[in-house]
């Protein structure tokens, strides 16, 4: 059973490319809520919550990936290859990286000869066909969510925006470059696309 609820989408163009931002709620949240509610219970942490919105995006998108290992989260009923990114944007240290989860892990680009960021960047957009961003900062008491369905060719050309690639080129943390762009500047960003 499908839990996204009261759907509304608007799209948006950049480079000729689309992208959707979509603002609904998830139903199942809402229950979690009252149930959390009722038992004085605090669940809300980013992990927990991330898992439950993002199960509730695959079985909007269509299936689930064949193995948890696989370079993306669900295969839409078109074939597509979708990779799930659920973020609280009101943490301030909430980012967003577009590389594979072992890579962010193991950072093979501080290893010698073994390419950038951006390759590695590069790597994960090819892939997959789709990243859809989600805001669970509004899943509490409403179940409300926010999202952009951004496509891979999309996330390349904003990197290759002097925007990106100026956050990637000067986000560092312990002399290590970082592989996320900062919460508020993917928002900003996605306002700027949006007219908003």
């Not at 998830?26 to 980013?46: I, P, T, W």
């Not at 370079?71 to 980012?95: L, M, P, Q, Y």
Request: charged share 25%; net charge positive; hydrophobic share 35%.
């Amino acid at each position: 059973m499908k839990s996204l609820l009261n759907i509304t989408k608007e799209t948006a163009y950049y480079r000729g490319k689309e992208i959707t931002h979509g603002i609904g709620y998830d139903a199942y949240m809402l229950e979690l809520n009252k149930l959390d509610k009722k038992f004085g219970r605090v669940s809300g942490h980013n992990s927990s919550k991330g898992f439950n919105v993002e199960t509730a995006f695959v079985d909007h998108l269509g299936t689930a990936a064949h193995s948890p290992k696989a370079s993306w989260d669900a295969v839409s009923h078109d074939g597509k290859k979708w990779e799930i990114r659920t973020r609280n944007f009101c943490r301030v240290n909430a980012g967003i990286h577009f590389v594979g989860s072992t890579d962010a892990q193991t950072r093979p680009w501080t290893w010698y000869g073994q390419g950038t960021v951006f390759d590695c960047i590069k790597k994960k957009c090819n892939a997959v066909d789709t990243f859809l961003v989600a805001d669970t900062s509004r899943t509490g008491e409403k179940g409300l969510l926010e999202w952009w369905e951004i496509p891979s060719k999309t996330i390349i050309e904003l990197y290759n925006r002097n925007e990106w690639q100026e956050a990637n080129r000067t986000a560092y943390r312990l002399d290590k470059e970082t592989t996320s762009i900062a919460g508020p500047r993917f928002l900003q960003t996605m306002k700027w696309i949006f007219n908003k």
